[in-house]
């Protein structure tokens, strides 16, 4: 949801397209941004599209002009998703427009070797949240005095929560040292 609301160039933060911007350059070899008409974050956009699986979502679709973004948010969880059935939603959904498609696992921590094959096969591409948070910070100066000061607080304090997550969660002997002993730190 935090992304979402981030990703809404119209939502109160007032820093308009930049999560949108720091995106599309995670994901384009272009330098160039090109700065769509329209932005429009859809959250948890159900598969109803296809038959064989239509209780299952898609954390999060941007539409941006002829360009559709589908992101599967990978913070803690492994990648159970079917994301073949994410794939033929997408291209039934929008096979009147036939939109550009773009397809993100957006992940906190590397995917194994097997997830990585499983997202590729399905047509998605791995980025991870620090290289998200490093365009963010490339390109926020061009944001920043339009910006709500509350919500810079509020969204500096959700890049460092990841982070710190990620680092410590990057250090497997803590991290097992505290899953090992969980009942005794409590």
């Not at 949108?20 to 429009?40: G, R, W």
């Not at 963010?136 to 990841?162: E, S």
Request: glycine letters at 2%.
């Amino acid at each position: 949801r935090i992304l979402a609301f981030y990703f809404n160039p119209k939502e109160v933060h007032g820093f308009r397209d930049l999560w949108f911007q720091a995106l599309t350059q995670c994901v384009s070899n272009d330098s160039e941004y090109h700065k769509p008409n329209d932005i429009q974050p859809i959250l948890e956009d159900p598969t109803y599209c296809v038959e064989e699986c239509n209780n299952k979502r898609i954390d999060i679709i941007i539409e941006a002009d002829n360009t559709v973004y589908a992101i599967e948010n990978k913070i803690g969880a492994q990648l159970y998703n079917d994301l073949s059935v994410y794939s033929k939603h997408l291209e039934k959904k929008y096979e009147k427009n036939n939109p550009n498609k773009i397809k993100i696992v957006l992940t906190a921590h590397s995917l194994s070797p097997d997830d990585k094959q499983k997202a590729s096969k399905c047509g998605f591409e791995e980025i991870s949240y620090k290289t998200l948070f490093e365009h963010v910070n490339a390109i926020l100066g061009d944001y920043i005095a339009d910006g709500n000061m509350k919500h810079l607080t509020f969204m500096i304090d959700f890049m460092k929560t990841l982070n710190n997550k990620m680092n410590f969660m990057e250090n497997k002997e803590r991290a097992e040292f505290f899953s090992r002993n969980k009942e005794s730190v409590e």
